[in-house]
T-cell receptor
Framework: DTEVTQTPKHLVMGMTNKKSLKCEQH?????MYWYKQKAKKPPELMFV???????INESVPSRFSPECPNSSLLNLHLHALQPEDSALYLC???????????????FGEGSWLTVV | QQQVKQSPQSLIVQKGGISIINCAYE??????FPWYQQFPGKGPALLIA?????SEKKEGRFTISFNKSAKQFSLHIMDSQPGDSATYFC????????????FGSGTKLNVKP
């Protein structure tokens, strides 16, 4: 079982709603990630946090707002989403320095988001 | 521009057979090549990974073959089992990149009993 826990597993929200996705890991990892995955497609990187600081923002629209309250938690705040934002949102973490390649990334099971 | 190209898109193999999935990349700076396995409704899980200083890595029934000069790498699943039925993604990552992976498009493997 994955050690990256995501809640909720399923979320349906209207285009005017504000909601949040939550992610937690207790592996002592200092890098955390948000990915978006559409059906039959590979994951797409959205954000990378390294030591609780935002290191990569892949030009994600501002209606997605990440937050890293501490080294174990990662949130993704959602506001004014569009139906095309419906997807599986994956949180992931990796050990220590994310800057070097080769650190195993551990994915959570994801949050299925439907925007109506 | 797709940095990592993966084929085939789908693959059907009989139980006990060998499954082979291929990936090709362009960026010679890539220095880490993982394969991820994803079951329906689950997040991807690291299966096996290789660095370009070795030509082959084996873990149980799973083997990565790496050809640096051809900029290609492949996943071989020996004695394929129905439980191996999943989507497989190859990926590549350059150094100093905050683990930014370039994923292949995925291969859906179906192992028939």
């Amino acid at each position: 079982d994955t050690e990256v826990t995501q809640t909720p597993k399923h979320l349906v929200m209207g285009m005017t709603n504000k909601k949040s996705l939550k992610c937690e890991q207790h592996m002592g990892h200092r890098a955390m990630y948000w990915y978006k995955q559409k059906a039959k497609k590979p994951p797409e990187l959205m954000f990378v946090y390294s030591y609780e600081k935002l290191s990569i923002n892949e030009s994600v629209p501002s209606r997605f707002s990440p937050e890293c309250p501490n080294s174990s938690l990662l949130n993704l705040h959602l506001h004014a989403l569009q139906p095309e934002d419906s997807a599986l949102y994956l949180c992931a973490s990796s050990h220590q320095m994310a800057v070097s390649s080769g650190n195993t990334i551990y994915f959570g099971e994801g949050s299925w988001l439907t925007v109506v | 521009q797709q940095q990592v190209k993966q084929s085939p898109q789908s693959l059907i193999v009989q139980k006990g057979g060998i499954s082979i999935i291929n990936c090709a990349y362009e960026n010679t700076a890539f220095d880490y090549f993982p394969w991820y396995q994803q079951f329906p409704g689950k997040g991807p899980a690291l299966l096996i990974a290789i660095r370009p200083d070795v030509s082959e890595k084996k873990e149980g029934r799973f083997t990565i073959s790496f050809n640096k000069s051809a900029k290609q790498f492949s996943l071989h699943i020996m004695d394929s089992q129905p439980g191996d039925s999943a989507t497989y993604f190859c990926a590549a990552s350059p150094p100093m990149s905050f683990n930014k992976f370039y994923f292949g498009s995925g291969t859906k493997l179906n192992v028939k009993p």
